[in-house]
């Protein structure tokens, strides 16, 4: 059996793990705006 000291910890692991992959989701999402915003004002949106 292992003691809730153990399980704490595991917990705090998961949620950074959690918190970790939601900032690389947010940056990934950031990032992919910029560049649809990048081109849309630099190649004239829609012409081709």
Do not use: S
């Not at 959690?18 to 649809?36: F, Q």
């Amino acid at each position: 059996m292992m003691n809730g000291y153990d399980g704490m910890m595991e917990g705090m692991g998961m949620m950074m793990w959690g918190m970790g992959l939601v900032w690389v989701l947010l940056a990934l999402v950031l990032i992919l705006a910029a560049a649809a915003l990048a081109r849309y004002v630099f190649f004239g949106g829609h012409k081709g």
